[in-house]
Every structure is written in C-alpha cells, then in structure tokens.
C-alpha cells in the first residue's frame, strides 16, 4: 500500500493475504462488500472503517471461522481456499522466513 491508497486485493503485494487483503476477505465473507470489490483506490481512512465493520461482523463469533454458522463457514472456505490456491500459484510461500 502507498501512503496514500491501497492497490487493490488483486495487486496486493502478499497475494491479497495481506493484512488488508485479509480484512477484504472477511468483508466478502459477511456480505459487507461484494466479492467484486476489490478497494483498489482506497485509502486509509475507507480501509480503517471496512476493518472496524469486520471485526464488529466476527464479534459473535468470537472471531473463530469454526463458530460461524455453515453459510458463512461455507462462504469463507470458499474465498479463503481459492486465495490459498492462487497465491500458491503464484509462487507465494506460507513459511515464516528469518525477518519474519
């Protein structure tokens, strides 16, 4: 992300499993935004507010995917397995590395 907006989850540098990439998922997940959405263009403010809707969103669920009622589950599943496999595709690695 820029200091001024954020590339989009399609341009994220982690493969969209990024901090905000992650955020974006789980906006999907709930229906806050549609999967469409990609935030490209959005800055900081827009993407602190979309994060405050999610964690409020996941409150419930005392933020495990495993307490989410089977619609939800399924649906975050689907969005988080498909970014697994993408990244993957694209050469991303889950491992920690030293730095990290």
């Excluded at 590339?7 to 499993?17: A, E, M, S, T």
């Excluded at 906006?27 to 800055?43: K, M, R």
Aim: charged share 25%.
């Amino acid at each position: 992300m820029t200091a001024r907006t954020y590339p989009g989850i399609d341009n994220d540098p982690y493969h969209g499993l990024s901090e905000f990439g992650r955020v974006i998922r789980d906006a999907w997940v709930f229906g806050i935004v549609p999967e469409t959405e990609s935030c490209a263009g959005w800055n900081q403010g827009q993407l602190d507010a979309l994060a405050d809707k999610v964690h409020e969103a996941w409150q419930p669920f005392g933020h495990l995917a495993s307490r989410l009622p089977s619609d939800l589950r399924e649906r975050h599943a689907r969005i988080y397995g498909e970014a697994v496999r993408q990244a993957r595709a694209s050469g991303w690695n889950p491992e920690l590395g030293e730095d990290d």
